[in-house]
Structure formats: structure tokens, C-alpha cells
């Protein structure tokens, strides 16, 4: 697996994944960052929109406090194939522009008729302006994308044995 290197997100992103990480210790949340921004650290050729937070769904409450946003902001309706408890979708001001952020909890999607619950945790954690970032492992990340975006998926099956995703796909019980 490529090294985690944080300077392939943009300086915008960086800003806005440290406003993000500061918000959620403050407020004692666990957190890993998954989707586009964990891939593209990890050395995968993507763009990158937005930042992807996993967090356990029991944190809703000080994630609302963490980003100012009252509970009628929080969408526990997703439309197939998505079966996360909820959505927190927002943003953070930086210096160099808003972010939006995705704050999930307890992400899950259906994958193969069977709906799996992906696992919130840390493959690798950085600093990011001081503050430690966990990112989630791209291996499970790529039996998301098969559902959900299969051209990202394949850009991560170009960089995977398949150990590492019959691995992950056996962890996240498929």
C-alpha cells in the first residue's frame, strides 16, 4: 500500500480536514476520514470534493455540537443503496474556502443483496496541524465503491493483491 501522505489533498482540504479534526477532539469524537481525501493521500489519482467522515453513530449528538448543526440538519433517510444511521452534510470555512464535509454515522451500503456496516476504524492516523487524523483502510473502501462509484473501484483494484480485498471483503462480512 502506498504511504499515507497528506500534502496530495489541497491546501483548502488540509485546512478544512484540521478544522474538522480540532472540531470533533474538542467535542471527544472518534473519527476516521474514508472516501476520495483517504484515497487520495494513500497515492489513488482522484479528485477530491469533499471530506468523508465515519464516525459511530452513538456521537450524533457532539458531532451536532461539533459543527453548530441542530438535529433537523441530520438526514436519518438515505436513499438506497446507502443504510447509514445518518448523515451530517456541511461544511467548514478555512482561509482558502469552504469545505464540504460528509459526517456518517455508522456507514453502511448495501453490497451484494447483504447490507454491510463498515467498521470506523483507524488504518493509519497523521497530524494534521498537530491534530491526529485516522484514516479507514481502502481495501474495505473498495466493496463500497463497487456499488457505488466502480471506476473508483477499479483504480483501487490496481493497486491491491487480491488478498488485501478478499481480506477486507471477508472482514466486512461478505
Not at 1 to 19: F, K, N, S
Not at 95 to 106: I, L, Q, T
Not at 120 to 138: I, K, L, N, Q, T
Amino acid at each position: 500500500m502506498a504511504t499515507l501522505d497528506i500534502e496530495r489533498l489541497t491546501p483548502r482540504l488540509r485546512l478544512g480536514l484540521a478544522d474538522v479534526a480540532r472540531r470533533l477532539a474538542a467535542c471527544g469524537v472518534e473519527f476516521v476520514v474514508g472516501g476520495s481525501a483517504m484515497l487520495a493521500c494513500r497515492g489513488v489519482d482522484v479528485t477530491v470534493g469533499d471530506l468523508d467522515v465515519c464516525v459511530s453513530a452513538e456521537h450524533l449528538e457532539n458531532v451536532c455540537a461539533a459543527f453548530g448543526a441542530e438535529r433537523s440538519h441530520v438526514s436519518d433517510d438515505a436513499p438506497d443503496p446507502w443504510k447509514s444511521a445518518w448523515l451530517l452534510a456541511t461544511a467548514v470555512d478555512t482561509s482558502a474556502g469552504p469545505v464540504p464535509v460528509d459526517v456518517m454515522g455508522n456507514l453502511a451500503i448495501v453490497v451484494d443483496g447483504v447490507v454491510v456496516h463498515f467498521p470506523a476504524r483507524a488504518d493509519d492516523v497523521v497530524a494534521v496541524s498537530g491534530v491526529p487524523v485516522a484514516f479507514d483502510s481502502m481495501w474495505h473502501w473498495y466493496h463500497l465503491y463497487r456499488v457505488h462509484d466502480p471506476a473508483r473501484a477499479a483504480l483501487i483494484a490496481a493497486v491491491a493483491g487480491p488478498e488485501h480485498l478478499d481480506r477486507a471483503g471477508t472482514d466486512l462480512g461478505l
